[in-house]
């Protein structure tokens, strides 16, 4: 098996990959998929997304032919997160996903990443345990729009994360900086109300170092401090 940045000649085999995975994992309607494979899998996305510098594809080839890929981001100066792990299911149980994960490691570290998180869908029992079967830990869930239906998102961190407390208006708070959304300036680090990450709060600018608790029906974040906006990755409504 060979691994290797995504070319622009591989958008139809990453397409039909992600059919297959959605279609086999994932508990979603027909329509959802269609949806989802249309917006974010479409030649114009998916040129946009190989040009984008803090975004990543990375394809497994099987003798000669794309069976899996990632798609990642890096987050500031140091946190990668890995969004999707594709493997198509006629290609399953040869151990592609696991060095396909690695691979992903290695390559947002070598790009600054110094921490680790990923997101997978609850239902999604094989993607769940393939987190856990990695030493990773439950940091927060979050509910996710596709195509007008609501599911709920687990995020992922390497079990040695932390959460730092810090005060807001009197009360305690915790800030996971394992936890990130892109902002246009700088990254939002996720907040929740308790310890067990539970119940989120808001988010942290890492601009600014302030605290922001207020998200528009669209899922848009404005910092008061400093004007920097939480970017909408791959679930917010105006993606679908």
Not at 23 to 39: G, K
Not at 70 to 76: C, F, K, Q, Y
Not at 98 to 115: H, N, Q, S, V, W
Request: proline share 2%.
């Amino acid at each position: 098996m060979d691994v290797r940045p995504a070319e622009h000649a591989d958008r139809p085999a990453i397409r039909d990959v992600a059919r297959r995975s959605l279609q086999a994992s994932y508990s979603l309607e027909p329509r959802a998929i269609t949806t989802a494979i249309e917006e974010w899998y479409d030649e114009d996305r998916l040129a946009q997304t190989l040009e984008d510098d803090g975004r990543f594809l990375l394809v497994a080839e099987w003798d000669g032919q794309v069976v899996a890929f990632t798609e990642s981001t890096l987050t500031g100066d140091d946190v990668g997160t890995i969004l999707w792990i594709h493997v198509d299911p006629a290609h399953r149980g040869r151990g592609i996903g696991t060095d396909l994960f690695e691979a992903t490691r290695e390559y947002l570290a070598e790009r600054g990443a110094t921490r680790l998180q990923g997101r997978v869908l609850a239902d999604n029992a094989v993607g769940n345990a393939f987190y856990h079967e990695q030493g990773f830990e439950e940091a927060g869930q979050q509910e996710v729009d596709i195509a007008g239906r609501t599911y709920v998102e687990n995020r992922y961190v390497e079990s040695d994360s932390g959460r730092e407390a810090v005060s807001v208006d009197d009360r305690t708070v915790y800030v996971d900086h394992d936890v990130t959304e892109q902002g246009s300036v700088a990254p939002f680090k996720v907040v929740y109300a308790d310890d067990d990450a539970e119940r989120k709060f808001g988010f942290y600018c890492s601009n600014c170092q302030t605290v922001a608790n207020a998200m528009d029906a669209m899922g848009r974040i404005e910092c008061d401090g400093c004007g920097n906006a939480r970017k909408p990755t791959r679930w917010d409504a105006s993606y679908l």
